[in-house]
């Protein structure tokens, strides 16, 4: 994944949007890309009060491996509103030196009091060649169970790989507040999922032209499990798609989410903010 982070790096950042009404919060994303710097720099303050200034005054930091997931960790230790998941991602868990030695990481940082989910984790049949897809399973296996364990919200990352997620989530059991991260399926897959109870987290991808399924999958998402997230630096929203994505961007996705869905903005806005509270606790302490 270092190839694409440095070329994401390059991006010049989306102009901030017009500020909400009300205040809101990014459920997902990686600002280690966003900066390239050590989790206390004055880089990450800059991206946080950026964001603050339109509203966003709440982020999770989402890891993807065990070095990265602890400075997630160090990250949420540092700075006021932003909380920590921590996993190895499901194309860096297949590929990794020492996959048990890195599990046995995360699950000693999830047990931080700053680090509220294990995420993210899940199945990717795009990257992932097929001989390596059942280590991969393995592992999302396993961060289900620390999960559980631990009484973590389970941050799902799910890639050309709807049904064998759902199935696995099914027969292993899947952690009381289960999150299907930057929702890529359709409407049919929706219903399932808000059957289940799950959460659908929706990003800018919900703004593109080519995805009308998301807009589709997003209006019968019940607003108790609902969502929203950058995915920072990745998949700016319209009307700055391919820009470097920061927190700051929510507002532009909640927007185009209210008009989709023919809901109040504050009351959305707002709608999000108590789900994200239900799930990761409080941000503040």
């Known amino acids: ?3 694409r982070h440095n070329r994401d790096l390059d991006r010049q950042p989306a102009p901030p949007p017009e500020p909400l ?3 809101c919060v990014d459920t997902h994303a990686h600002l280690e890309i966003v900066t390239n710097t050590e989790p206390d720099h004055e880089e990450i303050g800059k991206v946080l009060a950026d964001a603050k200034s339109v509203g966003i005054d709440r982020v999770v930091q989402v890891g993807y491996s065990a070095e990265q997931s602890e400075w997630s960790v160090r ?3 540092n700075w006021e509103g932003v909380l920590a998941a921590v996993a190895l991602h499901p194309n860096e868990a ?11 990481r995360i699950e000693e940082l999830a047990s931080h009091p700053r680090v509220r989910a294990i995420g993210e984790t899940g199945l990717d049949f795009f990257r992932t060649e097929e001989n390596l897809r059942e280590r991969q399973r393995y592992s999302f296996i396993r961060h289900i169970e620390i999960a559980k364990k631990l009484e973590k919200a389970l941050v799902i990352h799910d890639r050309d790989a709807h049904r064998a997620v759902l199935d696995t989530l099914h027969e292993v059991g899947a952690p009381e507040n289960t999150i299907f991260h930057c929702y890529s399926g359709d409407s049919e897959m929706a219903r399932e999922c808000v059957d289940k109870g799950y959460y ?7 703004t593109f032209e080519n995805a009308p399924h998301l807009r589709e999958a997003l209006k019968l998402v019940p607003l108790e499990l609902l969502l929203v997230e950058t995915d920072s630096p990745f998949l700016a929203p319209m009307p700055y798609r391919g820009a470097l994505n920061t927190p700051a961007q929510i507002p532009n996705t909640l927007r185009v989410m209210a008009q989709e869905r023919d809901e109040d ?3 959305l806005a707002n709608a999000i903010s108590a789900n994200a509270e239900r799930i990761f606790g409080s941000f503040v302490s």
């Open 265 to 267: 903005l504050t009351l």
């Open 94 to 104: 297949p590929v990794v030196a020492d996959l048990e030695s890195d599990l046995k």
């Open 1 to 3: 994944m270092a190839d």
């Open 200 to 206: 659908l987290s929706f990003a800018g991808t919900v």
């Open 75 to 77: 990250l949420a230790e």
């Open 21 to 23: 009404p009300t205040t």
